[in-house]
T-cell receptor, first 115, second 112 residues
Framework: DTGVSQNPRHKITKRGQNVTFRCDPISEHNRLYWYRQTLGQGPEFLTYFQNEAQLEKSRLLSDRFSAERPKGSFSTLEIQRTEQGDSAMYLC?????????????FGQGTRLTVV | LAKTTQPISMDSYEGQEVNITCSHNNIATNDYITWYQQFPSQGPRFIIQGYKTKVTNEVASLFIPADRKSSTLSLPRVSLSDTAVYYCLVGDRVQAGTALIFGKGTTLSVSS
């Protein structure tokens, strides 16, 4: 297993366009998280899945954002009508059940630039 | 969720031991303390986790006093490659799925 995989690594889009990111977690990890990180800040929690169920959403996740995890495997994060303020690194992480506590494995992220 | 406070930045030289302290005055009984490391343009990477006293692995040591209101990440003999941002997180192990709340972290700069 090569770890958490995110695609694309970089995305440049024009304001108002829709974008979709994909995250492939470590196999058999039932928990998947999405974070957003801007320069100089720590990762900000967006949403969390356990299997295919989306159990928690941050207030940062406006109605332009939607995340899915069909069949409890890969996940997608879609941003509709992108704004310049959406420019950030979008990180995905996965973890197994509680055996190892709060340890989560992060992907390399998708860097979004809205022009 | 317990809030954490850590220094914004620290400087060190190669070969020195670096200690980064994190305050978490409102830590709950079920909370564990976890440290992550992040390099530029990469996702955070788990370093170490503990509940009380001392934990050591091949990368670092974590010291937690009896009252658990603070913790210290110790990096022995740092090298230039240890230059990174270090995050202290506090959360409930049982509820681990919702416990990963990051602060601004401590930017460690190691010079030769």
């Amino acid at each position: 297993d090569t770890g958490v995989s995110q695609n694309p690594r970089h995305k440049i889009t024009k304001r108002g366009q829709n974008v979709t990111f994909r995250c492939d977690p470590i196999s058999e990890h039932n928990r998947l998280y999405w974070y957003r990180q801007t320069l100089g800040q720590g990762p900000e929690f967006l949403t969390y899945f356990q299997n295919e169920a989306q159990l928690e959403k941050s207030r940062l996740l406006s109605d332009r954002f939607s995340a899915e995890r069909p069949k409890g495997s890969f996940s997608t994060l879609e941003i509709q009508r992108t704004e310049q303020g959406d420019s950030a690194m979008y990180l995905c992480a996965s973890s197994a059940r509680v055996q190892r506590g709060a340890e989560a494995f992060f992907g390399q992220g998708t860097r979004l630039t809205v022009v | 969720l317990a809030k954490t406070t850590q220094p914004i930045s620290m400087d060190s030289y190669e070969g020195q031991e670096v200690n980064i302290t994190c305050s978490h005055n409102n830590i709950a009984t079920n909370d564990y303390i976890t440290w992550y490391q992040q390099f530029p343009s990469q996702g955070p990477r788990f370093i170490i986790q503990g509940y009380k006293t001392k934990v050591t692995n091949e990368v670092a040591s974590l010291f937690i006093p009896a009252d658990r209101k603070s913790s210290t990440l110790s990096l022995p003999r740092v090298s230039l490659s240890d230059t990174a941002v270090y995050y202290c997180l506090v959360g409930d192990r049982v509820q681990a799925g919702t416990a990963l709340i990051f602060g601004k972290g401590t930017t460690l700069s190691v010079s030769s």
